[in-house]
């Protein structure tokens, strides 16, 4: 099984990128035991961020925080959950000031320029010290009325925000400065500090082809803190994910096309949700596929997870997909008191059976009451996928920059984007654009893409429905984003959950994929697995 799985590693669906013209119903994955050379990246740390600027705005209160004080707070800080760290505030054991210094701190103390470096953090709001003062005194004037209030949030850099340009990593948006996106409204609104922007793949790793994930022109790239340039980062979150592994900040915000959030976040042992499309706006975020795309939180433990997805969701009458949406539920973490798999029924994969830790993960579900299936995955096929991506970002990144964008950015389409980088290639696109090109070189007809929308959205149903019906099953269970291209087409939602180490440390996560508005579901089975199995472990090289 594991050479099939390496060997199928050829036909990657890595995030937001797919390479391959067909995807099977096999576990498509990328092979993260291989060991990088180092010299096979062709860029490491990034040529446009100034380390001096970005903290120019810190310099005075990161002087005056003390070794002795962050020593003290480390144990305090890292690895705890929201409901910890908010009632240790509460408690006055520290200041939201004092949690934004202490994870300022180790942004600078590991991200960039050094030998544990990670590059996954692009830039820093330059207003969060003042802003972690004003949730203080809003502490003490009883303004705290939702679990994410005074909480720092990173923010992938494909969505907007203000006081920090987005990029989606690319040299082209250096300059693109908006408004705040509508989840970024929400998070705002109910109490939560943006702390700044997380790298990424380069447009959500639908752009140079033949790059590693987590690598941007803007950010460099992303490293994995279980195993620095040997273990992917997986993409295209990449740098929410590596920030939350590393305690960077409490929580970070992704966002996925197919494989966005699920890949990262299970390759850097945290847990990632891809909610149903329309569940949260995607209105002022860089897009791929306005008819796939989501953003979604990525945390290191399910109950965080449920804060953030709460603090972000509302109905955004500019998103079709968010009016349509059908889920009335706003709070997803309350409900999490008490949760049970007993009588819980999940299909597992027979051909994901000769992996030791997802039948770990499986006798930890039955242990904790659940019924497990096995069944065979339908061969089927997601053809034309590719070229899916090519049309939807053809028509929708031009509506981002005439709706979202900055009004002082000249590009009006993929084409001109195309062109300015091959004005200074060495710069902007090193690993070249080869995904871009395709997008300018393809067409269709209106019929031909409703034929190839209708056979990608009927495919991943079917795939999913087929075993569901058949055996009566409440969710599928699946390893890390091995099925993430059938959950996106048929808008199913999927939440992964740190399932373990494998022999070279790499994480692996068991993902629970269910039907259309099922993230309440979701988020119980994932609870009570989390606190079945209790497998999730800090990369050693950054505890201190």
């Not at 899916?388 to 993929?414: A, C, Q, T, W």
Request: charged content about 20%; glycine content about 6%; proline content about 5%.
């Amino acid at each position: 099984m594991k050479q099939l799985l390496f060997s199928l590693s050829l036909l990657l669906v890595i995030a937001c990128k797919e390479e391959s013209k067909e995807m099977k119903s096999e576990p498509i994955v990328q092979d993260t035991t291989k060991v990088a050379d180092f010299r096979e990246f062709k860029v490491l740390d990034s040529k446009y961020i100034k380390s001096d600027s970005i903290w120019a705005p810190f310099n005075k209160e990161l002087e005056a925080f003390s070794d002795d004080r962050y020593s003290e707070l480390l144990p305090l800080i890292l690895d705890q959950d929201i409901p910890s760290l908010q009632k240790a505030i509460t408690a006055n054991t520290f200041s939201y000031e004092e949690l934004v210094l202490f994870y300022l701190t180790r942004i600078q103390k590991y991200d960039r320029n050094n030998e544990l470096s990670l590059n996954s953090v692009i830039s820093l709001n330059p207003n969060i010290l003042q802003e972690a003062r004003d949730k203080d005194q809003g502490l003490k004037n009883k303004m705290l009325k939702h679990p994410i209030f005074g909480i720092p949030v990173l923010l992938k850099d494909n969505i907007n925000t203000a006081n920090m340009p987005t990029t989606a990593g690319a040299v082209a948006l250096t300059k693109n400065t908006t408004e705040d996106a509508f989840i970024v409204k929400r998070l705002k609104e109910n109490g939560a500090i943006i702390l700044g922007k997380a790298n990424l793949s380069e447009w959500a790793y639908f752009f140079c082809g033949d790059c590693p994930s987590g690598y941007s022109a803007v950010g460099g790239q992303t490293l994995n803190p279980y195993g620095r340039k040997i273990l992917d980062t997986g993409g295209s979150s990449s740098g929410s994910a590596v920030s939350i592994a590393a305690n960077f900040a409490p929580v970070a915000v992704g966002s996925e096309t197919a494989g966005s959030i699920l890949s990262p976040a299970s390759q850097n042992s945290l847990v990632g949700l891809k909610p149903t499309i329309g569940v949260l706006s995607r209105g002022g975020i860089v897009p791929i596929s306005s008819y796939l795309d989501t953003p979604g939180p990525i945390t290191k433990n399910v109950i965080d997870n449920a804060i953030l997805f709460s603090a972000m969701s509302g109905r955004d009458p500019q998103d079709p997909a968010s009016v349509a949406n059908k889920n009335n539920t706003s709070n997803y973490y309350e409900s999490l008191a008490d949760v049970s798999l007993k009588g819980k029924r999940f299909g597992a994969l027979k051909s994901l059976m000769e992996d030791t830790l997802y039948v770990a993960a499986i006798n930890d579900l039955k242990s904790a009451g659940a019924e497990i299936i096995e069944f065979e995955g339908e061969d089927l096929d997601l053809p034309n996928f590719t070229r899916f991506l090519n049309l939807e970002m053809k028509r929708d990144l031009p509506v981002y920059f005439k709706k979202h964008g900055n009004k002082d950015i000249s590009f009006k389409s993929v084409q001109d984007v195309v062109a300015y980088n091959n004005s200074d290639s060495l710069m902007r696109s090193p690993y070249g654009q080869k995904l871009f090109d395709g997008i300018v070189a393809d067409s269709a007809t209106a019929k031909e893409f409703a034929a190839i929308q209708d056979t990608l959205t009927t495919n991943g149903k079917r795939f999913f429905e087929v075993p569901m019906k058949a055996h009566n099953l409440d969710g599928i269970l699946s390893i890390n984003n091995y099925h993430a291209g059938f959950a996106a087409v048929a808008k199913y939602p999927a939440i992964t959950v740190p399932m373990g180490y494998a022999e070279n440390n790499a994480p692996k996560g068991l993902t629970f994929i269910g039907r259309p508005y099922q993230e309440a579901a979701l988020y119980s089975w994932a609870l009570a697995y989390e606190k079945a199995s209790k497998k999730r472990v800090s990369p050693s090289n950054y505890k201190n």
